[in-house]
């Protein structure tokens, strides 16, 4: 197919709310023998493109076109023989027309260029909107609850915002793993949701005292671990909720950034604490094609069910409308939003 030479994107000129967002037209990708073109055809929306856009996270040059998670079809393949003969490279099986998804900054654009460790390929039964709506938050899911701490048979598990699209991942692959899941959230609508997905206990933090039901379910002595996406607002509260020798995993930051604390505090109950990145537990080939086929073999075989709260235009207005959404503490979103570009072939 011919290339444009140049393509839209959602993109900022500055840091700031929801205003900086805009469609706008930048230059097609820049040629790198090291990378596959993707055409994209959906753009998961998470909590890190807020991250970026009001400068929480750094930003390099503007503009910058923002989004971590898409998904589409191959339209070149990488040109290096160093690539094209290595053999991680030949285990994904790339072909041009291949469904992948991909994990990688700049990836909210018509077509992108990214690094092809970065890329995934689709089993067939995984469409592309599921790819979408699954690849960062599941990674996400599947290393915290393998790395971060190892959940298994008879852990009493806590995860904040349970009926997100991140918290519902969670409370799935826990349950499967034998644990007892709690979660927050803010509605009973909410919570039926939870409970559907493999959460035993559901805390409505608008009413509920969460650190007492936490104990009154634990008996007093708190959760093995706590995963913990809200930050500021939550953050304190773990260490009075998690049990002796627990873990405490501070996975996003919703709330704002947690106040930093000294580490005696951790001497307490002997606790550890981790502030990871999905990005270096998939920081090889090998670990990436690790998990991203635990993933799809999760999702294919049904472990995982993939929820999509609403599909929205690759506008202006649509980007602005879901980075509202999806920041809006008690708002109405349960599960995954996505943007809709073209190319939905499948």
């Not at 930003?59 to 910058?64: A, G, H, N, R, V």
């Not at 898409?70 to 285990?91: C, I, Q, R, W, Y």
């Amino acid at each position: 197919m011919s290339l444009p030479e140049t393509i839209e994107a959602i993109a900022i000129e500055r840091t700031g709310d929801v205003e900086v967002l805009e469609k706008r037209k930048v230059p097609f990708p820049t040629h790198n023998p090291n990378n596959i073109v993707i055409q994209v055809a959906y753009g998961g929306v998470n909590f890190i493109d807020t991250y970026y856009r009001k400068g929480l996270y750094p930003i390099k040059s503007f503009p910058q076109v923002l989004g971590m998670e898409a998904s589409g079809t191959v339209v070149s393949l990488p040109t290096d023989p160093a690539v094209l003969n290595d053999e991680e490279f030949k285990k994904r099986g790339f072909k041009v027309g291949s469904k992948v998804a991909v994990n990688f900054l700049g990836v909210h654009a018509e077509f992108v260029s990214v690094p092809w460790a970065k890329v995934l390929p689709l089993p067939e039964n995984v469409s592309l909107l599921t790819a979408a709506a699954a690849t960062l938050q599941g990674l996400t899911a599947v290393t915290f609850l393998e790395e971060a701490y190892k959940v298994k048979a008879g852990d009493t598990v806590l995860i904040y915002t349970v009926a997100g699209g991140l918290g519902l991942l969670m409370a799935q692959l826990a349950k499967h793993a034998g644990a007892t899941v709690i979660g927050t959230t803010s509605t009973e609508e909410k919570a039926a949701v939870a409970r559907a997905h493999g959460a035993d206990h559901v805390i409505l933090y608008p009413k509920e005292d969460v650190v007492a039901r936490v104990l009154e379910l634990t008996n007093g002595e708190g959760v093995h671990v706590v995963y913990d996406g809200v930050g500021k607002d939550t953050f304190l509260d773990n260490f009075k909720l998690t049990r002796r020798k627990g873990t405490i995993v501070s996975v996003g930051n919703a709330s704002g950034a947690a106040e930093p604390i000294a580490p005696l505090k951790l001497v307490e109950k002997n606790l550890a604490l981790l502030r990871p990145t999905m990005a270096n537990y998939i920081y090889t080939p090998e670990e990436a094609r690790y998990y991203g086929e635990k993933l799809f073999a999760y999702i294919s075989s049904g472990t995982l069910k993939i929820n999509i709260h609403k599909q929205y235009p690759f506008t202006t207005e649509g980007a602005r409308a879901a980075h509202t959404d999806l920041a809006t503490r008690g708002g109405s979103t349960i599960g995954k939003l996505v943007y809709v570009f073209g190319n939905q072939s499948s």
